[in-house]
């Protein structure tokens, strides 16, 4: 399939569903290449009895444990956290949680406001609209009029509060701490073919229901109508270039294992911000030796995660249990700098129900609180269902050594070099932890919650992978313009996760996406001299 | 795979033997333990991807048994898995893993629980939808994102 298409999208996730739907009014040849392939809804875990031990098997959030296929592997052994994401049409939305916040106009401007990492070539104003757009494709659950935000207008009601939200939004009274129902892709109510959320309460392992708005089910429906080619089971080696340093298209490998070249006249990167590092490094050449678009050194570095510690407790009387989302609400109310603090920039709160039995038994034999023997039975029967637990969202800032590299022995299915990841928690977001923590111990105890304990950080919990090819105006530090073109190859851009230049301490797929689309509008608007 | 070729009778032996110590079955809350047989059939007939780990676990039980675990009397083999538990690791996470995750699945525990023992879908659950005035103190704060400029 050598003859040249207008656009080819490596990565059919949260924002190559985004620009693939965005560009396909053009009526351009666009095909987009994905290493996985479509999930049926009757494949998800909560469909069968074994529902919650296919986290530890086929439906595991670590592409390491999962080992399918469509995955590859990552050398994360040097990191605390470990990186956990899809590998298929839909991409990391198919296993996301749906919590859906946007980054806040602060945080596009660290540099001005707080002296720390660089501000955004962009801000909250130009991507409002995008935002906006990006909800209606998605379909966003929620309540306007949250004081943290500017205003919005979700498009659903937001998700019920529950036994367990109600507790913790007494709890947070109490303290006179902010909080609100969070905004989520769940739908509450019949959405664009969508059914309301029934609740199945397991949502992170993909909605049998299909009320949770992952892209396989909202974006990639609409960009295929409007005649985008998706290709599965694709999966990208390397991106090839000329000697005018011009992206000329693909070498792939197709679901049959066959090596194949896919000539373009563009090429736009969307495999987030581990799978994009590595295929810019895995496409070093003669031209490029340090790897494609890296004359700046900063493809890979300034890896951003958001350490998330979780904070726990039990209730003396049940409450939600599995029995609904397991997010529901935010509180922002540690979220902007204090100078106050020793610390800059913030943190969020996110709000938990709680879990089913046999997560329930597996962590708490784990961190040793349900013993073995007779006890056991009393020990379960205090804990199940009476979980509240809280995770303190930290903006880890970019830092060069956190990384994602090469490894020198990994390799994938096809041979192809697999990712190292490096990363250490920074001295500001250690002061963070603390202060976040003693809070959530407190609001637990508001919460009437006894038996608080801390796992600090979720160790698969390397669901945020940002920063690795950051935007930019100046090209020797960073990797593409405020735009999303690379700085050195002028038809080559990136739209996902990498390209954030600091993380804020949100669920970045909103932002991801609504930069997706912004980049998108500006290739529109650009055409007639999109390389120069 | 048949059970036979997953884990041998010993080590089949040695699985119950351990379920029996973490998960008892007990009168009061009229449950089964962990090591009942249908239970441990279910360990062995699912255990895929987990079996070199669990495995692992059971020849260190049998090592720490100075013999076969199996073969201890009950109150060597409580004493011997709960040298393993203290002794942790990956191999020992995945054995009670196993156990766990198989036990809270069998009908008769979870209708000991309250639970119906079914899916989550396609009946889902029902959640109330909580009191909403309880939002009316935030709702009246005076906004307080960051301003830029
Ligand atoms: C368990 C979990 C829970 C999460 N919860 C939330 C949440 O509640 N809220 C939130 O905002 N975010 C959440 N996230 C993160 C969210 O899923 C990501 O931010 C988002 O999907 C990133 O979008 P992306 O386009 O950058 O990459 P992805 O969505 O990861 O898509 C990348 C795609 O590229 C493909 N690809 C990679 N390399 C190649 C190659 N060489 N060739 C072909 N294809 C390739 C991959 O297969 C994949 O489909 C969660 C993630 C996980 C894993």
């Given at each position: 399939m050598a003859d040249t298409v207008d656009v080819l999208i490596i990565g059919a996730g949260a924002s190559g569903a985004a620009v693939a739907w965005s560009l396909a009014e053009t009526k351009m040849r666009i095909v987009c290449l994905e290493q996985g392939g479509w999930t049926r809804p009757?494949?998800?875990?909560?469909?069968?009895?074994?529902w919650e031990a296919r986290q530890n098997g086929?439906?595991?959030?670590?592409p390491n444990v999962r080992a399918r296929p469509a995955d590859y592997p990552i050398?994360?052994?040097?990191?605390p956290i470990k990186v956990v994401n899809f590998n298929g049409v839909g991409g990391s939305t198919v296993l996301y949680t749906g919590h859906f916040p946007r980054l806040h106009p602060s945080d596009f401007k660290v540099r001005t406001l707080d002296g720390v990492a660089d501000d955004w070539p962009v801000d909250y104003e130009t991507l409002a609209p995008f935002f906006a757009e990006n909800d209606r494709m998605m379909g966003v659950s929620g309540l306007a009029?949250?004081?943290?935000?500017p205003p919005k207008q979700p498009q659903m009601k937001p998700l019920p509060l529950g036994r367990t939200g109600a507790r913790w939004g007494q709890a947070m009274n109490s303290l006179g701490w902010h909080w609100w129902p969070s905004d989520t892709t769940l739908a509450t109510e019949a959405y664009e073919g969508r059914a309301a959320?029934?609740?199945?309460?397991?949502?992170?392992?993909?909605c049998a229901q299909g009320a949770k708005g992952s892209v396989d089910i909202t974006y990639w429906p609409a960009a295929l109508r409007a005649g985008v080619d998706l290709r599965t089971g694709c999966r990208v080696r390397e991106i090839v270039t000329n000697d005018a340093g011009m992206a000329t298209g693909v070498i792939y490998y197709d679901a049959e294992g066959v090596e194949r070249f896919q000539a373009a006249e563009v090429v736009v990167l969307a495999c987030n911000g581990v799978g994009t590092p590595r295929l810019l490094l895995n496409?070093?050449?003669?031209?490029?030796p340090e790897g494609l678009a890296n004359s700046s050194g900063?493809?890979?570095?300034?890896l951003m995660f958001h350490p998330y510690i979780q904070v726990f407790g039990y209730s003396d009387e049940a409450v939600d249990g599995n029995r609904g989302s397991p997010l529901c609400l935010w509180s922002k109310e540690f979220y902007e700098t204090d100078?106050?603090?020793?610390?800059?920039r913030g943190y969020m709160f996110q709000f938990n129900r709680g879990t089913g039995p046999v997560s329930e038994a597996v962590i708490s034999t784990e961190n040793g609180r349900l013993p073995f023997g007779k006890e056991h039975h009393t020990v379960f029967r205090r804990s199940l269902h009476r979980k509240m637990s809280l995770s303190v969202v930290v903006e880890d800032l970019p830092e060069a050594h956190n990384r994602v590299t090469l490894d020198p022995v990994l390799k994938d299915g096809h041979g192809i070099p697999a990712p190292k990841v490096d990363y250490t928690v920074g001295e500001n977001s250690r002061r963070m932890i603390e202060h976040g923590v003693a809070r959530a111990k407190r609001i637990l105890a508001a919460a009437g919650c006894g038996d608080i304990g801390v796992?600090?950080?979720?160790?698969?919990?390397?669901?945020h992978l940002l920063g690795t090819a950051r935007m930019g105006t100046d090209p020797e530090r960073s990797?593409?313009?405020?735009?999303?073109?690379?700085h050195d190859v002028k038809n080559l851009f990136i739209v996902d996760?990498?390209?954030?230049?600091t993380a804020g301490a949100v669920n970045p797929t909103s932002t991801i996406q609504a930069l997706a689309l912004y980049i998108a509008d500006q290739m529109k608007q650009r055409l007639a001299t999109l390389f120069d | 795979m048949t059970e036979q070729a997953v884990l041998s009778a010993d080590e089949r032996r040695g699985l119950a033997g351990f379920a029996g110590v973490m998960i008892p079955a007990s009168a009061e809350y009229a449950v089964p333990g962990a090591d009942d047989p249908a239970i441990v059939a279910d360990m062995v007939s699912t255990l895929g991807r987990d079996a070199p780990w669990v495995r692992a676990a059971l020849q260190r039980l049998d090592a720490l048994a100075e013999g076969c675990f199996a073969d201890l009397p009950e109150a060597r083999r409580e004493d011997v898995a709960h040298r393993l538990r203290e002794e942790g690791g990956a191999a020992l996470a995945t054995l009670c893993r196993v156990v766990l995750q198989c036990y809270y699945r069998d009908d008769r525990v979870l209708l000991s629980l309250g639970?119906?023992?079914?899916?989550?879908?396609?009946?889902g659950h029902v959640l109330e939808q909580g009191d909403?005035?309880?939002?009316d103190p935030v709702r009246q704060r005076a906004s307080m994102w960051r301003r830029v400029e």
């Open positions: 009757e494949e998800f875990p909560s469909t069968g009895r074994d086929d439906f595991a959030t670590s050398n994360d052994d040097n990191s009029g949250d004081p943290a935000y959320c029934i609740n199945l309460g397991h949502c992170t392992p993909g496409s070093a050449s003669a031209r490029f900063l493809v890979g570095r300034n100078p106050a603090r020793d610390f800059v796992q600090n950080p979720i160790l698969y919990g390397g669901w990797v593409v313009s405020e735009w999303g073109r690379c996760g990498s390209i954030f230049v | 639970i119906e023992p079914r899916p989550p879908f396609p009946k909403w005035s309880l939002l």
